[in-house]
Structures are given as C-alpha cells and as structure tokens.
C-alpha cells in the first residue's frame, strides 16, 4: 500500500455531530424503536436504508458476511430472503444464529440485531416472490448461489433456457429459494456522537420474552 493511503487511513478523523439518544428517549420495545429509526432513515432519503450486512458462521465457526436487503419487520424479527442452497444458506443450516447490522451514514446511527434464524413459512415466500420483477424470478432459478461458475456465457445461457421454459405462464417459486426470519435476542442501537463519546443503548431479552436496556460505554 502506497504511504499516502497509509497515512489516510491512520490520520482521517471526523466528529459525529447528532442528537442524543438518552435513555429518557428511548422506547421499551426495540422493534418499536427499530421501526422509529427506519422511518427517519426513509424520510432523510437514505440509499437503501433497508441494506444490511448479514453475518453468519458455518459449524466450524468461521464467519461470512454480506450485504442483503432487509424485505419485512415483523412484531418477531427481520425478514430476508436468499437462495437457501448459498453460503449463507448453508451457513444457517448448520448453525441457525446470524447478526444483521444496519449502517445509516448520514444520520450516524448503527443498529445491530443479534438472533435465532429460522425460514419463514412457503406461502409467505411465495407471496414475496410473485411480487418480485419477472427477470428477478427468472434469474433465482438461473443462479447455483455460491456455487463456482467457470464464465458468465454458461449463466447467460442458462438463463435463456429457464425463460423459455416459463414462456407464456408464471414463474413459480423455485424450492430451494424462500425467505429467512431473525428472531432477535439482543438489539444495540448506536448514534455517533461527537469526539467518540458515542451513545450505545443495548436491549437483551430474558427467557419469558421480556426486553430490559442498559447503556454502554462507547
């Protein structure tokens, strides 16, 4: 690496000038305090505010991440949806806890939700599915998710066979593919504040289903 970058990366500082977020604000529900957020995200015109960075880790505990888009937010958890024979996929078939984490830049607040994964029923997923673009539809059928492709020709022409084979009807949902449902634990809001002196408010739920938040140091 050239030193220049080195020195950009060592010495690049910015303040995180926000509001609070103090404990007096917070709401006792942290879905509930979750939709609050999205929804200043969504009115603030943020690119993708419903983009999330999964993590997941196969039976050997070795970690994978990626960005997916979070599709529903439910009273129970997050909903996405993926091709359950990919990384990630198999990743959750072997050890069924992710972290999904949402960045919002320009407002300087993170959200982390931590939780049991489990795959939502087939009608839901058919219902999302058939809501999805036709190309869209078409291509989870063309795609072996994570699997190696030797050259994108052999994709191409794979996709062509599966067009002509929906020609004239509705593309069905393919049933490797289908919808995931993080049932959340523990869910930590962060808002960047000024000289690192960050707010952190951590929600964890007991074994009845009962959620209590502690502040963190930054």
Same mark, same amino acid.
């Given at each position: 690496?050239? &030193? &220049? $970058?080195?020195?950009?990366? =060592?010495?690049n500082r910015r303040q995180f000038l926000s509001m609070p977020f103090d404990e007096k604000? /917070? $709401?006792? +529900?942290?879905? #509930? =305090?979750? +939709?609050?957020w999205f929804e200043n995200a969504v009115d603030s015109h943020?690119?993708?505010?419903f983009a999330l960075t999964l993590a997941t880790a196969n039976k050997a505990g070795v970690p994978s991440?990626?960005? /997916?888009y979070m599709r529903n937010v439910t009273d129970r958890g997050l909903v996405f949806f993926t091709n359950y024979n990919s990384r990630k996929g198999q990743d959750? $078939? &072997? +050890?069924?806890?992710?972290?999904a984490n949402f960045y919002w830049e320009d407002l300087y607040r993170? /959200?982390?939700?931590v939780g049991k994964v489990e795959r939502i029923s087939a009608a839901e997923s058919d219902a999302y599915f058939q809501s999805r673009p036709r190309e869209s539809q078409i291509g989870a059928w063309a795609s072996h998710q994570s699997e190696v492709l030797t050259n994108r020709e052999k994709l191409l022409v794979r996709l062509g066979e599966i067009s002509k =084979?929906? #020609?004239?009807? #509705? /593309?069905?949902r393919p049933d490797f593919w289908g919808g995931y449902l993080i049932i959340p634990?523990?869910? #930590?809001?962060? =808002?960047g504040r000024e000289n690192r002196l960050h707010d952190r408010i951590i929600y964890e739920r007991d074994s009845n289903g009962n959620w209590s938040f502690d502040r963190l140091f930054p």
């Open positions: 690496m050239k &030193e &220049e $970058l080195k020195s950009y990366i =060592q010495h604000d /917070v $709401l006792k +529900n942290p879905i #509930e =305090q979750f +939709n609050v943020i690119q993708d505010p991440a990626r960005v /997916v959750l $078939l &072997e +050890n069924p806890i992710a972290c993170q /959200v982390r939700f =084979q929906f #020609e004239d009807r #509705e /593309v069905s634990f523990q869910i #930590e809001f962060w =808002q």
